[in-house]
Every structure is written in C-alpha cells, then in structure tokens.
C-alpha cells in the first residue's frame, strides 16, 4: 500500500432506510494514485456506501473527511467525480453541452469547460457525436459520457458505481487504461464491478463487502496455478498459490534454473475471485 496519506475517509459508516440497514458499519480508505475495487453481492450495500462517500446520501453514523481533515460535505463533495451505474442526462442536449454544464456546476468557467469537455470527449471517443443530441447514444456511449462527465473538474477522488456496464469489450479494455491514468495522475479511484475478472486486472487494493459490513480479503487469497512437468500425466499436475505474479515468476524461474522442463504452468481463475468465493462460502 502507498504510504501516501488517503484522499478520502469513511469511518463507521452506517446508513438505514425504515428498518433496512443497507450499510451496518463501514470503514473505507482510498489513497492517491491507487485504484480500489469495492467487491460484493447484490445488496451488500455497495452503492448506499458510494452514495455517502460521494456526498449524495447522508449517513446516519460515521465521519467522511478528506485527507486535509475536510469533512464539510459540500468542500468533499467538490473534490469527488461521481459515475453511477445508470447514466442520466438531458436527452435534449449534445454532450459538448452536458459537459459544459456539468463544468459550470462544479465552478469552471465556460471557456475552460468547452475546453475541456472537447478534450473528455476525445478521450472517450465520442468525438463524432460532439453536437449531437445525447439521445442517440447507446447504453455503452451513455457511460463513456458518464465517464467524462466525471472528469469534467479535474476532481483529486473518483468514485464508479458498475463503470463497464452497457460496454462492448473495447470500451471496457480502453476504460481500464483511462482509469489507471487518472490514478497515475494522482486521484484516488474506488470501482465497485460485478466482472471481477476486469477488475483484478485494474487495481492496486480491494476492499469486500457483505451484509453491509466493509471487510478485508482474506490473506489466504491467492492465485492458484496449475502445474505440471513434461515426463508428467495430465493427472499429475499440481495446484500451487501464489501471492502475485512476481512470485509465480520466482516459482517458475526455480525449475528453469535447475534445467527441470515444464510443460505447464497455468494460472486458474483469479485471486479476486477467490476471495470473493471466500468472503462467500456459506451463501446457498
């Protein structure tokens, strides 16, 4: 983990509606340059716990600051990009203008917002569609705009409820490139996604989430790998795990050193979705 004080905090967080406790407790940090997987079942309490952190649902215990301190709602919320998992907008208007708008809203003035929702829309390649009514986006481009309208002030904390939803496969490897290069640019990022494979590929920390408690993976999820030797039966291979992949490469380093011939050394599944498996063993 970076030892980079966070860029937001969420501390016993707790959030009811009637006699539904959507949140129990919940306790969350998310650190600059570092992408964050928030990982769950349905109603875990995944987007009630977005939802509070960005400073659209209050909760009814628990403290939200920035890594200053901050804890005024509305001086959070001007730090976080919010994208939830439906994209709303004004069917009417282009997105040039929706951005533009939603620049203004957020304190930019309007010569830097056209400029800058010109560059998110190049960014998200939605160039062609520039001056054409959102209406004729599909359900993928709506949350390519989702995404920009995101961005659109620069916010230092980016929060995404089910990002890739609606995608097609280029989108989805395209948004996890765009994402590490917010992170690498120094913002905080917390993803909360259902396609755990994506997400394994994308971030730096995980945080699990289940009956509205806020959980560590377990430290015995690892990747497992299958291996065998070429003097050995299919049968014969060996399930082995593995911290990371520097540790799978020190692994398979040991037997190319010894002159020993592999000729098999497969990763299964992922450590994301073991811990998932894990964190929920006894659901039926």
């Avoid at 030892?3 to 998310?30: C, E, K, N, Q, Y």
């Avoid at 010569?111 to 998110?120: F, H, K, N, V």
């Avoid at 050995?232 to 010894?258: I, R």
């Amino acid at each position: 983990m970076t030892a980079h004080p966070p860029a937001l905090t969420g501390t016993g967080l707790a959030r009811s509606f009637g006699t539904h406790h959507a949140v129990v407790h919940a306790d969350i940090a998310l650190h600059p340059g570092t992408i964050t997987g928030l990982v769950g079942p349905n109603g875990a309490g995944k987007t009630t716990l977005l939802l509070m952190l960005a400073g659209l649902l209050a909760p009814d215990r628990g403290v939200i600051a920035t890594g200053d301190g901050t804890v005024d709602p509305q001086a959070v919320r001007a730090r976080i990009g919010w994208m939830p998992d439906v994209f709303g907008t004004w069917e009417s208007l282009t997105p040039r203008e929706i951005l533009v708008a939603f620049g203004r809203l957020n304190g930019v003035d309007r010569a830097t917002a056209d400029q800058r929702a010109r560059e998110l829309l190049a960014q998200v390649h939605l160039v062609e569609f520039t001056d054409h009514p959102a209406s004729g986006l599909s359900r993928g481009q709506k949350q390519r705009l989702g995404l920009a309208r995101a961005l659109v002030h620069h916010p230092r904390i980016l929060l995404l409820d089910e990002p890739a939803s609606g995608m097609d496969p280029r989108s989805r490897i395209e948004l996890r490139g765009q994402l590490r290069a917010v992170a690498d640019a120094g913002a905080a990022v917390l993803v909360s996604s259902h396609i755990l494979s994506e997400l394994d590929e994308m971030v730096d920390d995980v945080v699990m989430m289940t009956g509205g408690h806020t959980r560590a993976p377990a430290p015995s999820a690892m990747a497992r790998w299958r291996v065998r030797l070429v003097n050995q039966q299919a049968d014969q291979a060996v399930v082995v795990e593995l911290a990371d992949d520097t540790a799978a490469a020190a692994y398979l380093a040991h037997y190319v050193t010894q002159g020993t011939p592999v000729a098999e050394f497969t990763r299964l599944g992922n450590a994301l979705e073991q811990a998932y498996l894990d964190l929920n063993a006894d659901r039926t």
